[in-house]
């Protein structure tokens, strides 16, 4: 990956490759990558901030999931189907 994700990298570290390589081919799937990113800043912001904010972390942390798995089925139809299962990194 190019480093401009840092937490899409920490997230799907053993995919990386496979990110990479499918942002390069596919600007949607480029776009979801960089919206999962701006999700998951705006989800640590709203968890540390000094005016915390537990129900915008929640409303940021859902929609870094769904994106998560919008990236996941992306990575699944690249490899060629459902066969085997991309889990994110934990």
């Known amino acids: 990956m190019s480093g401009g994700f840092p937490l899409l990298e920490r997230r799907f570290e053993r995919q990386q490759w496979a990110i990479s390589r499918l942002m390069r081919r596919d ?11 701006e999700a998951a800043r705006a989800a640590e912001y709203w968890r540390d901030a000094p005016t915390r904010s537990a129900e915008r972390a929640d409303e940021y942390g859902a929609l870094v999931s769904e994106l998560e798995e919008e990236i996941v089925m992306r990575l699944r139809r690249d490899a060629g189907g459902p066969a085997e299962p991309v889990e994110p990194s934990r």
């Open 27 to 37: 600007s949607t799937f480029r776009n979801v990558c960089e919206n999962y990113e």
